[in-house]
């Protein structure tokens, strides 16, 4: 008896664990996304980029690693190549105008002065506090997440948290001066 072969199904399958992947994974992608965007505009479109570029690379992933830090990667790539791409389309005097235009949406999360510190800390430090501090992953895979060796993790990870102290501080400067 001969079988029959459904190639559709197949696809079929793959698709749906893709799809219980992207569940599983959307919100972590998510977080980083939005940690280390210098845009919130390019938040939604660097983590449709990351899934798609996942599902097209997916036989890539060697399973040696943790598949969300592989994700992570993507993301990061993603966010950097948008904003690239964004920073060459656009002139200098439309991005003074849109540094001035205030941010369309917000949500609690936005607003909350944390928030507002941490997206004030330079990008490498953001990373780290998100990675480390957000997503919960331990120095050697956030070393691997980013591409980077576990001692700079650590130092950047040490400074990042120095400075969130400083902008906290009671009478502290910093916040006076973004609120002038």
């Known amino acids: 008896m001969d079988t029959i072969v459904c190639p559709g199904l197949n696809w079929a399958v793959h698709d749906r664990r893709f799809e219980q992947l992207v569940r599983a994974h959307h919100r972590a992608v998510h977080t980083y996304a939005r940690s280390i965007a210098n845009d919130p505009s390019v938040v939604d479109d660097a983590v449709q980029e990351t899934f798609i570029k996942a599902w097209r690379h997916l036989d890539s992933f060697r399973g040696d690693g943790n598949f969300e830090g592989w994700l992570i990667r993507i993301c990061r790539n993603c966010v950097i190549d948008i904003e690239r791409r964004e920073a060459r389309a656009r002139s200098a005097v439309d991005r003074q105008l849109r540094l001035l235009r205030p941010p ?5 999360d936005d607003t909350s002065e944390v928030t507002q510190l941490i997206d004030s800390l330079p990008r490498s430090h953001r990373e780290v506090l998100t990675v480390c501090g957000v997503l919960g992953y331990d120095y050697e895979t956030a070393a691997q997440i980013l591409e ?14 120095q400075a969130l102290e400083q902008l906290l501080e009671p009478g502290s400067n910093s916040q006076d001066e973004r609120a002038s």
Do not use: F
Not at 104 to 108: G, V
Not at 148 to 161: K, Q
């Open 104 to 108: 369309t949406a917000t949500t609690m």
């Open 148 to 161: 980077i060796p576990v001692g700079t993790v650590r130092s950047r990870l040490h400074r990042a948290r």
